[in-house]
């Protein structure tokens, strides 16, 4: 008789599973409590695969051996209560795939920077000439890639909400780029409960498999107290040369493996800011780690294209640079947005709040913006917190008129960036909404400004 399994959600993650699942032989239904897009419908019935939507059927999906769940249906909804209560295993799509893969895993997590991190490390893999696969939080479902076939190395990003979901999961090479406070609603407000859901992507690595992560971020090292590390450590640090792991001086990287040394000068590399720096040697470990040459390395730091909404130039107009960071959804996402600019910044800042403490962004404000426009429904907080620190502060709830005000008020050689530090909700649909709208008024003020 074939096992039951149950899936918790039909988005990319659930839908993959439940294709790699049928094709196991699992016996499949598939569960939302949402609405089901007509595509994805399309796909569960071209399968063969029994689903319903609107609602959770209890005795039906308590009847199953196993549950997959979708990372953002949480622990404590009370159809998982109910399930966990009768013994039966609720696991991340991630942890189902893992079981079905011969491939080594490369898997990535952190507050910040994870994007940015598995984007770079896939394609300098790639640049080497390796078969290499992209799943996780970015891209494609794990699961539903395995369907077409396995790959000699998978490069995944993870949440903490996935995470949460491994039993036997383990990467090969894992990499946490930082830990701040993040998503605490799911942790019962308590960080040190977000800080071990981090830590565990280490939890089953072995002293023969690498754990890369950033030597001087200060909850990482509680963690490392939290959580005691087997695997061999590989540190990137701003302050010291290392042993093996990375180092970068302010001007070059200096990143140790097993005898060998890169050292790569900061000009070279596309990707510019300290935390960007740090990424990049997060990704050159792991692609030394798999073996990929220096030059591929190399010429892959220098043509690497980074994923949309993420310190993305948009456009020159009249010598004013406009930069789309729209995936700067909290304070230390824009904290480095802000960071990474010598030049004049009109900084286009706002939307909803999630408790931000914007005092740590003072010092670059006070050095480096010299107009902020908050585009948001609810601006006051905002506007408080950067009174007498930024000279010009406006504020509108149109994307145009912020992006016209960035022309009219910039000169040549200034920067106009979107990195907002809040949620989209207010007036977006999501980040990429909010991206995708500042591009094309960028793109419209240009025609205009012709």
């Given at each position: 008789?074939s096992?039951?399994?149950?899936?918790l959600?039909?988005?990319?993650?659930?839908?993959?599973?439940?294709?790699?699942?049928?094709?196991?032989g699992?016996?499949?239904?598939?569960?939302?409590?949402?609405?089901i897009s007509?595509?994805r419908?399309?796909?569960?019935?071209?399968?063969?695969?029994?689903?319903?939507?609107?609602?959770h059927?209890e005795?039906?999906?308590?009847?199953?051996?196993?549950?997959?769940k979708?990372?953002?249906?949480?622990y404590?909804?009370?159809?998982?209560?109910?399930?966990?209560?009768?013994?039966?295993?609720?696991?991340?799509?991630?942890?189902?795939?893992?079981?079905?893969?011969?491939?080594?895993?490369?898997?990535i997590?952190?507050?910040?920077?994870?994007?940015?991190?598995?984007?770079?490390?896939?394609?300098?893999?790639?640049?080497?000439?390796?078969?290499?696969?992209l799943?996780?939080?970015?891209g494609?479902?794990?699961?539903g890639?395995?369907?077409?076939?396995?790959?000699d190395?998978w490069?995944?990003?993870?949440?903490?909400?996935?995470?949460?979901?491994?039993?036997?999961?383990?990467p090969?090479?894992?990499?946490?780029?930082?830990?701040?406070?993040?998503?605490?609603?799911?942790?019962?407000?308590q960080?040190?409960?977000?800080?071990?859901?981090?830590m565990?992507?280490?939890?089953?690595?072995?002293?023969?498999?690498?754990?890369?992560?950033?030597?001087?971020?200060?909850?990482?090292?509680?963690?490392?107290?939290?959580k005691?590390?087997?695997?061999?450590?590989?540190p990137?640090s701003?302050?010291?040369?290392?042993?093996q792991?990375g180092y970068?001086?302010?001007?070059?990287?200096?990143?140790?493996?097993?005898?060998?040394?890169?050292e790569?000068?900061s000009?070279?590399?596309i990707?510019?800011?300290?935390h960007?720096?740090?990424?990049?040697?997060?990704a050159?470990?792991?692609?030394?780690?798999?073996?990929?040459?220096?030059?591929?390395?190399?010429e892959?730091?220098?043509?690497?294209?980074?994923?949309?909404?993420?310190?993305?130039?948009?456009?020159?107009?009249?010598?004013?640079?406009?930069?789309n960071?729209?995936?700067g959804?909290?304070?230390?996402?824009t904290?480095?947005?802000?960071?990474?600019?010598?030049?004049?910044?009109?900084?286009?800042?706002?939307?909803?709040?999630?408790?931000n403490d914007y005092?740590?962004?003072y010092?670059l404000?006070?050095?480096?913006?010299?107009?902020?426009?908050?585009?948001?429904v609810?601006?006051?907080?905002?506007?408080?917190?950067?009174?007498?620190?930024?000279?010009?502060?406006r504020?509108?709830q149109?994307?145009?008129?912020?992006?016209?005000?960035?022309?009219?008020?910039?000169?040549e050689?200034?920067?106009?960036?979107?990195?907002?530090a809040?949620?989209s909700?207010d007036?977006f649909?999501n980040?990429?909404?909010r991206g995708?709208?500042?591009?094309?008024a960028?793109n419209?003020?240009k025609l205009?400004?012709v």
């Amino acid at each position: 008789m074939s096992k039951k399994l149950s899936i918790l959600g039909a988005g990319e993650s659930g839908i993959g599973a439940a294709l790699l699942a049928r094709q196991m032989g699992y016996a499949v239904w598939v569960s939302d409590m949402g609405a089901i897009s007509t595509a994805r419908k399309a796909v569960l019935e071209k399968s063969g695969i029994p689903y319903e939507e609107g609602k959770h059927s209890e005795e039906r999906i308590l009847d199953s051996d196993e549950i997959i769940k979708s990372p953002g249906i949480s622990y404590k909804v009370p159809i998982v209560k109910a399930a966990l209560e009768k013994g039966i295993p609720v696991i991340d799509e991630l942890e189902f795939a893992f079981r079905y893969s011969k491939g080594k895993v490369i898997a990535i997590t952190g507050t910040n920077g994870k994007t940015t991190t598995t984007l770079l490390t896939y394609h300098l893999l790639k640049k080497g000439g390796l078969n290499v696969g992209l799943a996780g939080n970015v891209g494609q479902s794990w699961a539903g890639q395995l369907t077409e076939g396995d790959k000699d190395w998978w490069v995944i990003e993870t949440s903490s909400f996935q995470i949460d979901g491994f039993v036997e999961f383990r990467p090969a090479i894992a990499m946490l780029t930082n830990i701040t406070p993040d998503h605490l609603d799911r942790y019962e407000y308590q960080v040190d409960n977000y800080i071990r859901s981090k830590m565990s992507l280490f939890k089953n690595m072995e002293a023969n498999e690498a754990a890369i992560f950033f030597a001087e971020d200060e909850l990482t090292g509680r963690g490392r107290g939290l959580k005691q590390l087997r695997a061999n450590a590989f540190p990137v640090s701003v302050k010291e040369i290392q042993a093996q792991g990375g180092y970068f001086d302010g001007i070059k990287l200096d990143v140790r493996v097993a005898g060998s040394q890169l050292e790569i000068q900061s000009d070279e590399i596309i990707l510019k800011g300290k935390h960007n720096m740090l990424n990049s040697m997060m990704a050159v470990l792991g692609a030394m780690l798999a073996g990929v040459n220096d030059k591929a390395i190399k010429e892959g730091l220098k043509d690497f294209q980074n994923a949309a909404h993420r310190m993305e130039p948009v456009t020159k107009i009249q010598g004013v640079s406009f930069v789309n960071d729209s995936k700067g959804t909290n304070v230390d996402a824009t904290y480095y947005a802000l960071e990474s600019y010598k030049q004049p910044l009109i900084w286009i800042a706002g939307g909803v709040d999630k408790g931000n403490d914007y005092s740590v962004l003072y010092p670059l404000a006070k050095d480096k913006v010299k107009m902020l426009i908050c585009l948001g429904v609810e601006n006051d907080k905002l506007k408080k917190a950067f009174s007498g620190i930024i000279p010009d502060i406006r504020e509108t709830q149109n994307i145009a008129e912020a992006v016209r005000w960035g022309l009219e008020f910039g000169k040549e050689g200034d920067v106009v960036l979107l990195s907002p530090a809040c949620a989209s909700f207010d007036l977006f649909k999501n980040y990429e909404d909010r991206g995708e709208q500042f591009k094309n008024a960028v793109n419209q003020l240009k025609l205009s400004a012709v």
